[in-house]
């Protein structure tokens, strides 16, 4: 059967754009939900070979968690480049989410170390290689005459991941504990098949942009295409600082929930429970910025991307800020209140909606026609850069003595000053950032 290869000249939204979201909330449950109960599985779950219990040691625990998210954000590159050069993105997000299956199958039917290995593999290789193409996917479907909807989409598309990894971040750890590792992985598992077989059933309605072959080594060396690899690649080493503050969210942030008094609206939650406050603020607040703020900043300036990113740096620094001030009270002795990481987790989610869904928006528009997926994955990468850099502090303020350059507040100050700077030489740089919408051509106009 043919497909459509180019988007249609309509005003109204794609016809394939429910069977994208529908699939991202199917997958993004089954990716957070097995990556929540890993490092407990590991410590206390695993068996021998001999179906005896053999946990891992938190050490060597953590050594395979951080390997195999590295390898998550590594794998974009390779799905990219099978997606814009050989196969298309529909058919490389097709194969790798069956790869993707068949790893939380090896986590769902084996708990030894081997299991484990062949699941994280296949499971690092399907998530991580579908990634840009599932983002790129999603504008693909676009044209110049409904061009106006891809922001409000991009928007929607970043909720279904974060209602997903909400659900699943509550239930997984739930089924682990009540039914075993077996149906904790298992669960996760069918809602990746369900995710696959949801896109699938939207094959007949996508666009089908072609792979690019030969075409694509051209362009990415063309003077034009090599012009836009380094404005972005300016973009991202400034958003790659976003992700370092980011991503503490998983680390500094749950140790410094530790001190905390966390009864919360008559709660008592466990330090780590509090990230689930990002993916419900996401939920919450992308609304708020599609129909209210954004429209009201409208009134008053042109509401560019880069001037979106640039609000959202503000927003990560001032979020830095509150939770080096909750610090301060930690190091006199005191026990702040859980609200002031609420307060903070308000603030730096509000800069994740400007910054990491108006980048996302932005990659795909500023790519090349033939190198979609690839620009996708370059952006990607910045999550990883952001991460490294925070490891190397982390490693890098550590005396021989055991004492540390910086200490409780400090180190939350560094960081948020890292930000401010950050933040103000971005604002300074953006008005000579020119860019130029690329999208695809639609039926008539080819």
Same mark, same amino acid.
């Given at each position: 059967?043919?497909?459509?290869?180019?988007?249609?000249?309509?005003?109204?939204? $794609?016809?394939?754009?429910?069977? *994208?979201?529908?699939?991202?909330?199917? %997958?993004?449950?089954?990716?957070?939900?097995?990556?929540?109960?890993?490092?407990?599985?590991?410590?206390?779950?695993?068996?021998? %070979?001999?179906?005896?219990?053999? $946990?891992?040691?938190? %050490?060597?625990?953590?050594?395979?968690?951080?390997?195999?998210?590295?390898?998550?954000?590594?794998?974009?590159?390779?799905?990219?480049?099978?997606?814009?050069?050989?196969?298309?993105?529909?058919?490389?997000?097709?194969?790798?989410?069956?790869?993707?299956?068949? +790893?939380?199958?090896?986590?769902?039917?084996?708990?030894?170390?081997?299991?484990?290995?062949?699941?994280?593999?296949?499971?690092?290789?399907?998530?991580?290689? *579908?990634?840009?193409?599932?983002?790129?996917?999603?504008?693909?479907?676009? +044209?110049?005459?409904?061009?106006?909807?891809?922001?409000?989409?991009?928007?929607?598309?970043?909720?279904?991941?974060?209602?997903?990894?909400? /659900?699943?971040?509550?239930?997984?750890?739930?089924?682990?504990?009540?039914?075993? $590792?077996?149906?904790?992985?298992? /669960?996760?598992?069918?809602?990746?098949?369900?995710?696959?077989?949801?896109?699938?059933?939207?094959?007949?309605?996508?666009?089908?942009?072609?792979?690019?072959?030969?075409?694509?080594?051209?362009? &990415?060396?063309?003077?034009?295409?090599?012009?836009?690899?380094?404005?972005?690649?300016? *973009?991202?080493?400034?958003?790659?600082?976003?992700?370092?503050?980011?991503?503490?969210?998983?680390?500094?942030?749950?140790?410094?929930?530790?001190?905390?008094?966390?009864?919360?609206? +008559?709660?008592?939650?466990?330090?780590?429970?509090?990230?689930?406050?990002?993916?419900?603020?996401? *939920?919450?607040?992308?609304?708020?910025?599609?129909?209210?703020?954004?429209?009201?900043?409208?009134?008053?300036? /042109?509401?560019?991307?880069?001037?979106? /990113?640039?609000?959202?740096?503000?927003?990560?620094?001032?979020?830095?800020?509150?939770?080096?001030? &909750?610090?301060?009270?930690?190091?006199?002795? +005191?026990?702040?209140?859980?609200?002031?990481?609420?307060?903070?987790?308000?603030?730096?989610?509000?800069?994740?909606?400007?910054?990491?869904?108006?980048?996302?928006?932005?990659?795909?528009?500023?790519?090349?026609?033939?190198?979609?997926?690839?620009?996708?994955?370059? @952006?990607?990468?910045?999550?990883?850069?952001?991460?490294?850099?925070?490891?190397?502090?982390? @490693?890098?303020?550590?005396?021989?003595?055991?004492?540390?350059?910086?200490?409780?507040?400090?180190?939350?100050?560094?960081?948020?000053?890292?930000?401010?700077?950050?933040?103000?030489?971005?604002?300074?740089?953006?008005?000579?950032?020119?860019?130029?919408?690329?999208?695809?051509?639609?039926?008539?106009?080819?």
């Amino acid at each position: 059967m043919s497909y459509l290869t180019r988007p249609l000249d309509q005003k109204g939204m $794609p016809a394939g754009i429910p069977y *994208i979201i529908g699939n991202e909330a199917a %997958e993004r449950f089954s990716f957070y939900g097995m990556r929540t109960i890993l490092v407990v599985f590991m410590t206390q779950y695993l068996m021998g %070979e001999s179906g005896v219990l053999a $946990p891992m040691s938190e %050490e060597d625990a953590k050594g395979w968690y951080h390997l195999f998210v590295s390898a998550v954000y590594l794998t974009p590159l390779l799905g990219a480049i099978l997606a814009d050069v050989w196969l298309g993105k529909y058919r490389t997000i097709l194969f790798l989410s069956l790869v993707y299956c068949g +790893g939380h199958l090896a986590l769902a039917l084996d708990d030894t170390r081997l299991g484990l290995a062949i699941g994280l593999g296949l499971i690092a290789l399907g998530a991580g290689g *579908i990634k840009p193409c599932v983002s790129a996917h999603v504008g693909d479907q676009f +044209g110049h005459t409904n061009r106006a909807l891809i922001s409000r989409t991009f928007g929607w598309f970043y909720m279904a991941i974060n209602v997903g990894a909400f /659900v699943s971040t509550l239930l997984t750890p739930w089924l682990l504990k009540n039914y075993g $590792p077996h149906w904790a992985f298992g /669960v996760p598992g069918v809602l990746m098949a369900l995710a696959t077989l949801m896109f699938w059933m939207g094959r007949n309605k996508f666009v089908h942009v072609p792979p690019a072959g030969k075409e694509f080594l051209r362009e &990415a060396l063309s003077a034009h295409s090599l012009r836009i690899f380094g404005r972005l690649l300016l *973009i991202y080493l400034f958003i790659a600082v976003f992700w370092a503050l980011f991503d503490q969210t998983g680390s500094s942030w749950v140790l410094q929930a530790q001190h905390m008094d966390r009864v919360l609206f +008559g709660v008592d939650l466990l330090p780590s429970q509090i990230q689930a406050l990002n993916p419900l603020l996401i *939920i919450i607040l992308i609304p708020l910025f599609s129909y209210v703020i954004y429209p009201l900043l409208g009134r008053v300036m /042109v509401l560019t991307p880069m001037r979106k /990113v640039s609000m959202g740096f503000v927003l990560a620094a001032a979020a830095f800020a509150v939770s080096s001030l &909750a610090q301060e009270r930690i190091d006199a002795g +005191g026990t702040p209140g859980i609200s002031w990481q609420l307060l903070a987790y308000v603030l730096l989610t509000s800069g994740e909606v400007m910054v990491s869904i108006t980048a996302l928006e932005y990659s795909y528009t500023q790519a090349p026609r033939t190198m979609k997926s690839f620009i996708m994955a370059l @952006f990607m990468l910045s999550v990883s850069l952001g991460n490294i850099f925070t490891s190397a502090v982390n @490693f890098f303020i550590q005396n021989e003595d055991g004492s540390l350059l910086l200490t409780g507040a400090e180190y939350f100050w560094f960081f948020t000053l890292l930000m401010a700077v950050t933040a103000v030489l971005f604002a300074l740089l953006t008005p000579f950032i020119k860019d130029k919408t690329i999208l695809q051509v639609s039926e008539r106009a080819a």
